[in-house]
């Protein structure tokens, strides 16, 4: 227990969380879109995620040819290269999303059978994901090279707020309102909203499902690529199983929030990530997963619908 | 396609007990020659590559098919998914090699111990978690699985990241010795706990227990304006499935000798959880066959070890894909009353008798 931590390092900390949240944020936007419409967890939103990573990275070192040591890129370059590593980690991990929902989901749906059939195919989809992977890169992590030069835009009484923080923070809020109009404004987001409320009644109004529930998986790709380029960006790591940490404490943050709730995912991701950097921080990081899980329980033994849930099921106190 | 479920059970249910009986025994005797079933050269394609195919008899496949019979109560029976299952059985495992190895109980004094703070964990879980419904239960128990494990990691007095080693093996039964050049009376234990836990499944099944949790299972709301306690049928079927695991747990630990936090991963609890849905949620012998199946497999082609989970993957999607509701699924209606069963009889033989009039007829 060391609670002088908090008060030295309040600001950096909360620059972390902030950054940490909004990577959560992202993925948990994953969980909860395909979630609200097939009310299944994707299992394989973790694999989504890193392959998004490893497209990052391939694209950084192939196409722009940067390796370990080359220098940061500057001006009007550095641009072009995040924004190609970001749309290639989003259409990865978007096309990747919507062929696990082919795979995984639409022929067992197709049959109506029970909802832990199609979990279960959807473990075997992460499986082979994270395996295929894992035999490509023999287990190894890969790094990301340096694109972005990390400096501080400012620093206030020693503390700073990095640039890569700032890009992430930024981007992450930039998706999350981007999401939040697109499903809130569009005809096809009006869809995915009635398919949420009701599959039936939205079948009856003329609704092609398998076309929203398809869509639906896109949105959530490509949201979960936008996290998993942030991410690049800060860490600069990845392994085949990068996801699995990430994916657990992001479905925890879409739980937290409401889970099926856009700005359930909003909240919850910024409490977690906030929660894990000042835990950790106070009680050593390897007591991190636990007091997130703790903290899980707690509001949900206090508001079994999470933080932001609707209370669409009745609670049973 | 032909309904082997089906088949079978009817082919059950027009024995006699004496039938039934000899036919149980027969099986049973079978099971326990399993060990010797690799040591013919017809047979020897039973043999798994790498490791020896007794000590595989009894882990993986004795253990998941136990675990996932324990965990079959709680997501077959009562439909209630739970992510965590590796925790029940970390605590059986840690239990014994504590007790194991600082006091001078033996494995079987342990046993009841391991089961006992098994279920008293599943209990305290459950008290509170059993409230929440669907997916938060799943991410609560997902939950406890990790802190049950990081815990472990992180203290230090019972070995953090090593583990405890030299946990005692069992004292010997019937001057057969239990270590680890026998695995086969290993698998022998273990037969015998899963025996009883079908026993005691079946049983359960077919009272209160049985019929409240397939209750809960099918609706929760209409159980509770039934007057089902559904909390507290709840709290017994997480229990009774935890009590399970621990059990497993202490026949883990003394069979490998070690326990260790790395055991006791995510990985393990979805793997129980595919050996229950691939099998066939709720029906005990698909649950048998599932966790055989996932756990065997896997030890066969180990030769091309570096892509088996590749494999196992792949064998998933494809099954599921394939049967949704798994290999052998449970019946559409589980309890016929003795008059409906008679009912059901006669209307067969009635069909029976028009289609050989009809058949006449039309000749």
Known sequence: MNFSVVQSQFFPLLINGLALGFIYVLISVGYTMVYGVLRLINFANSEIFMLGTFATIIVSRTVFKFDINSQPSHGMKLLIVLLCCLLAAMLTSGVVAVLVELVAYRRLRSRGTNRLGSLISAIGTSIVLSEGVRLLTHSLPESSPRVLSKFYIFTIHGVGLRIDQFLVIISGALFFFAVDRFVKLTRIGKAIRAVSMSEENSRLMGINLNRVISITFLVGGLVTGAAAFLYETVYETTVFNVGFNLGIAAFTAAVLGGIGNLRGAFYGGLTLGLAEEFFSAVLGTQWKEVTVFVVLVLVLLVRPNGLFGEAIQQSRV | MLNLRDKGAQLWEDWNRPKRVAFALIMIFGVFLLPYAGDFSFTSILNTPIASYQAILVYPVGMYILMALGLNIVVGKSGLLDLGYVAFFAIGAYTAAILGTKTTLNIWEILPMGMGFAMLAGVLLGIPTLRLRGDYLAIVTLGFGEIVRIAVLNTNSIGGPNGIPGVPNPPSILGQSFDLANPAHFFWIVVVMILFVIWMVRRLSIRRPGRAWEAIRQDEDVAILMGVPTLRYKIW?????????????????????????????????????????????????????????????????????????????????????????????????????LEEREAAKAAKAALKQAKKLNSGASK
């Open chain 2, 237 to 337: 079927s997480f229990s009774i499935g935890a009590a399970v695991g621990g059990a497993a747990g202490v026949i883990f630990a003394s069979q490998q000798m070690l326990v260790a936090p790395q055991t006791f991963t995510f990985n393990v609890s979805v793997l129980i959880l595919s050996c229950v849905v691939f099998g066939g949620m709720g029906n005990i012998w698909g649950v048998v066959l599932g966790a055989t199946i996932l756990s065997y497999f896997p030890e066969r082609i180990r030769f091309i070890s570096s892509a088996r989970q590749l494999v196992f993957g792949l064998a998933l999607i494809i099954t599921m894909n394939l049967r949704p509701d798994g290999l052998l699924p449970r019946k559409k209606r589980e309890h016929l009353s």
